[in-house]
Nanobody
């Protein structure tokens, strides 16, 4: 499957953005999906995932919402109350692991190209 992330941009602190991740190929609905983010010099970090249950990083809980539309093969990340610390390149990915954890990078594949989110103070 190929993933195409979009929707990033420049926004002021306190604002909102909605990211989209469109999947091509078959079997989209069979997989958990997730968003990660990365800033220069840092490891890519888990943001949120969706499957039977949704999980969120503590840093975004209560502000971000992950949803999916299986009819459109798309997963979204609604980001509200944005902070400058949310500035990063955001990536979507497909979960291919077996365990209950959803935060480990090596259990994902089909990384999209990323979309830049910049939050100004």
């Amino acid at each position: 499957v190929q993933l195409q992330a979009s929707g990033g941009g420049l926004v002021q602190a306190g604002g909102s953005l909605r990211l989209s991740c469109a999947a091509s190929g078959r079997g989209f609905r069979s997989y958990d999906m997730a968003w990660f983010r990365q800033t220069p010099g840092k490891e890519r970090e888990f943001v949120a995932s969706i499957g039977g249950t949704s999980y969120y990083a503590d840093s975004v809980k209560g502000r971000f919402i992950i949803v999916r539309d299986n009819a459109k093969n798309t997963v979204y990340l609604q980001m509200n109350s944005l902070k400058p610390d949310d500035t990063a390149v955001y990536y979507c990915a497909r979960f291919i692991g077996l365990g209950a954890l959803r935060t480990r990078l090596h259990e994902y594949d089909s990384w999209g190209q990323g979309t830049q989110v910049t939050v100004s103070s």
